[in-house]
């Protein structure tokens, strides 16, 4: 269960950094205004600490509100009705994993945590009363949503065609930029609260085939993974072990660099 929840109602300058997070992620894909960065940092929050294991939301719910990640690190899934699990999404800071319950009622999948996370509930009506005053920020929250499509068709070809060290180089690069796109991967090292079998229900592989690809990628030091922190130590080369090609993403240059 959710641990706590307050409503944030501070002056400008004291917003607390994770506030900045929606602002940083929507900035990596577009151009906002000032006016634009303002209103978001405005916009009423109630912020729940959840702890690791726990859901956001779950299929069938009927959200009233959208989850923003300001803290700590979620993920879209299914079960089917033996249990298994299929991962469908990773999501940082900055992310809002079911901004589709703006206009679909009821979720078709669950948004759960896998490390102490801090999330905000800000609610339908602020986000539509937000998109009517500022255009341009439905624009963003569109073309995020597009983003975010893009990224399930490269889940898919991952799924369909990449062999495992593909996939997993594959995976490994795409996090690197969208940390980098909030601002938390300093020298390219970023904290991945992720198991092997949680890779497995990702990327359709078994958890002995994900340990093996992670000593293939250890051993050819291309990076390090150890205590849920990632760092690329060479960065052309896993991205070519990975056929990677960052266009999907659609972030500004000065991110992706």
């Known amino acids: 269960m959710q641990q706590h929840t307050n409503h944030l109602g501070l002056s400008h300058t ?27 940092l405005d916009l009423p929050m109630a912020v729940r600490s959840y702890t690791k294991g726990e859901d956001l939301v779950r299929e069938g719910d009927v959200p009233s509100e959208c989850c923003l990640i300001l803290d700590g690190f979620a993920f879209r899934y299914k079960l089917l009705p033996d249990g298994r699990r299929q991962i469908l999404s990773f999501h940082t800071p900055g992310d809002l994993p079911d901004l589709q319950s703006l206009h679909i009622q009821t979720l078709d999948h669950s948004v759960g945590v ?113 205590n849920l ?8 080369e896993l991205q070519k072990r990975a056929l990677f090609e960052a266009n999907y993403l659609h972030q500004v240059s000065k991110v992706a660099a």
């Open 14 to 40: 004291d917003r607390p950094p994770e506030r900045h997070r929606l602002v940083q992620k929507l900035q990596s894909i577009t151009d906002l205004t000032a006016g634009e960065r303002q209103a978001l």
């Open 114 to 226: 896998m490390m102490p996370t801090m999330a905000a509930f800000i609610p339908h009506k602020s986000m539509r009363d937000l998109t009517e005053r500022f255009p341009g920020l439905l624009h963003a929250f569109w073309r995020d949503t597009l983003i975010d499509a893009a990224i399930f068709r490269e889940w898919m070809i991952g799924l369909g065609r990449r062999d495992a060290h593909e996939r997993i180089a594959h995976l490994i690069c795409e996090m690197l930029l969208r940390f980098r796109g909030v601002g938390l991967a300093p020298d390219d090292t970023f904290k991945m609260p992720v198991t092997q079998a949680d890779v497995a229900d990702a990327l359709g592989l078994s958890n002995v085939h994900v340990n093996r690809v992670l000593m293939d990628l250890r051993r050819e030091r291309l990076i390090t993974w150890s």
């Open 229 to 236: 922190t990632i760092t690329i130590l060479r960065w052309e």
